[in-house]
């Protein structure tokens, strides 16, 4: 995992390390090279500084930190908070590999009954918390989804044949192999290649039964860089107290996301 993580990090080269420095602690991140309409976007708001001294200001324990609204600088305590902007927006660049692990820095948007194109609202960004999910937790939505199709197919094309099997098995057991062996792999076959089947990506199921994230948001949100230091930070955030709106009733103040040199 290590490994794979640092040659990851070495193949990212078209953007510099971001500094995201709060109150709570400083967060170091990077972006992603195949996400370019976020990652340009991104790069010049952090340039002119648009992210210094907003908030944090929806924060809800085991799922994201949101922040960066223009309306959240100097806010007062108990106002409401976390406009977005229409003028913002931008295409969505879903990646099956970018997933909501804790740490995924991740575009916000509208619903899908206002925004059926899922375009992010590129005003603000959130960082994921998330929580872990067990690996039978995920083995179980693979099989969900997957037990289904290939009962259908076993249903189709292995069921014709019970009667004869059951026949041969009695009166000719090497009938009864070469059959069975043809069945299945016709089977097999077509389970291979039907539509439909459910696999989580390489490396999500590490991820999640260990880090932890949020599942239901994967392919939902773009999701465009990750906290690669300071993960405890995001734990410092999202442990805080939170009025009915989950704005922290203590700021949790964005002082500056700056770019390493």
């Known amino acids: 995992m290590l490994l794979a993580l640092s040659t990851m990090l070495q193949a990212q080269t078209r953007y510099p390390t971001l500094v995201i420095e709060t109150n709570c602690g400083t967060m170091k991140a990077m972006l992603y090279d195949d996400t370019p309409r976020h990652g340009d976007h991104y790069m010049r708001l952090i340039r002119n500084g648009y992210f210094d001294g907003t908030l944090f200001h929806r924060v809800v324990k085991n799922f994201v930190i949101q922040g960066g609204a223009q309306d959240s600088r100097n806010a007062p305590p108990g106002a409401e908070i976390g406009s977005g902007r229409s003028d913002m927006e931008l295409t969505p660049e879903f990646r099956e590999h970018h997933f909501h692990k804790k740490g995924a820095l991740a575009a916000p948007r509208k619903g899908d009954n206002e925004n059926p194109q899922k375009k992010s609202d590129a005003s603000q960004l959130y960082i994921v918390h998330g929580k872990v999910y067990s690996q039978g937790r995920l083995d179980s939505t693979e099989m969900s989804v997957n037990i289904p199709i290939k009962n259908e197919i076993i249903r189709t094309h292995y069921s014709p044949h019970k009667e004869e099997l059951a026949r041969l098995k009695e009166s000719d057991p090497q009938g009864f192999n070469t059959l069975l062996d043809s069945v299945l792999s016709v089977v097999d076959s077509l389970y291979q290649e039907a539509p439909g089947k459910f696999f989580w990506p390489e490396g999500l199921k590490e991820a999640y039964s260990t880090i932890g994230g949020v599942h239901h948001l994967d392919g939902e949100y773009t999701v465009f860089g990750e906290v690669t230091e300071g993960l405890e ?16 009733t203590s700021d949790a103040r964005i002082i500056r996301v700056y770019l390493e040199e």
């Not at 995001?234 to 107290?241: F, N, T």
């Open 233 to 248: 930070v995001i734990d410092r955030i999202a442990s805080l107290a939170v009025d009915g709106n989950s704005r922290p």
